[in-house]
């Protein structure tokens, strides 16, 4: 969405809110950081087995897809959690559609994980 602003100083506070809200998600969710670590796991062995282009950015997206949802995921349990402290039935079902969203994407991240690095993985061992 455009504010309409152009004021640089404004375009740099939203910048810094995003940075914020990385740390903070790094800081507070263990899978956000445990899905870091695969992605940083899947981007050596990309550079070690020489992807191409083309999987260099399917790998890139995929990444960027579950940390994102990943990222959704914390925001939607933390702002349930500040308005509806107390178990409500309606706030766990959106809770686990939330988390089950992240689970596909890493589930899909690993059968293109097995696309990528698999044919490579095999010539190597062969």
Known sequence: MNSGSSDPKKKGIGFACAWKGIRLVWSSERNFRIHTAAAVLA???GGILGLSTVEWAVL???????LTLEMVNSAVEKLLDHLHPSHHPAVGAV????AGAVLTAAGGSVVI?????GPKLAAVLM
């Open 43 to 45: 981007l050596t062995a």
């Open 60 to 66: 890139i997206v995929t990444i960027a897809i579950v």
């Open 95 to 98: 809770k686990d559609v939330s």
């Open 113 to 117: 994980g097995i696309f990528l690095f």
